[in-house]
């Protein structure tokens, strides 16, 4: 079976450029979150969705991040306009149940803001 | 602030011993925990998970829940230098909504 599918998996960019981040989670799957990891602050959930709903965004760290859930097999994390500070493995995970349940996460993308 | 909190190691021990890792959470409401291992640029891979006060046990793996001390641990037995990985602690339930994470410790195990 296929795995939570994220895309690109490395992506370089410029300061103020936007930056699109993919994910597929697991089919079945109801429960879908983004994360952000970093040396300094280890791994951070940025938003999670339940049943294509989001339902807590207090991690998104300002209005510059938005994502969205249009049906149940695909979401975007958006970041405009980027910045160097930004740069950080972007992970999606997904759970076939809520959130406090076993969460399976896709390889990640990992975002280079010069 | 609701906290994960863990040994950063590095944690390092001979080939076939027992590596203990070691979480403690701030929450005394928290309900679910997981072990999540991380390979070197890889992303955290859920190996064991544990909703009850004692043990729950998984080949080599075991994990152990202690909501009074608000502690739990993982044991690996006959460790093996493939589970020399960064071994994360993940908590859910309590007053917050989401799974937070330690920021993990570093386990290797020499040959």
């Known amino acids: 079976d296929a795995g939570v599918i994220q895309s690109p998996r490395h992506e370089v960019t410029e300061m103020g450029q936007e930056v699109t981040l993919r994910c597929k989670p697991i089919s079945g799957h109801n429960s879908l979150f983004w994360y952000r990891q970093t040396m300094m602050r280890g791994l951070e959930l940025l938003i999670y969705?339940?049943?294509?709903?989001?339902?807590?965004d207090s991690g998104m760290p300002e209005d510059r991040f938005s994502a969205k859930m249009p049906n149940a097999s695909f979401s975007t994390l958006k970041i405009q306009p980027s910045e160097p500070r930004d740069s950080a493995v972007y992970f999606c995970a997904s759970s076939f149940r809520a959130v406090g349940y076993e969460q399976y996460f896709g390889p990640g993308t990992r975002l280079t803001v010069t | 602030q609701k906290e994960v909190e863990q040994n950063s190691g590095p944690l390092s021990v001979p080939e076939g011993a027992i590596a203990s890792l070691n979480c403690t959470y701030s929450d005394r409401g928290s309900q679910s925990f997981f072990w999540y291992r991380q390979y070197s640029g890889k992303s955290p891979e859920l190996i064991m998970f544990i909703y009850s006060n004692g043990d729950k046990e998984d080949g080599r793996f075991t994990a152990q829940l202690n909501k009074a001390s608000q502690y739990v641990s993982l044991l690996i037995r006959d460790s093996q230098p493939s589970d020399s990985a960064t071994y994360l602690c993940?908590?859910?339930?309590?007053?917050?909504?989401?799974?937070?994470f330690g920021k993990g410790t570093k386990l290797s195990v020499k040959p």
């Open positions: 969705f339940n049943n294509n709903v989001p339902i807590d």
């Open positions: 993940a908590v859910f339930g309590g007053s917050q909504g989401n799974l937070i």
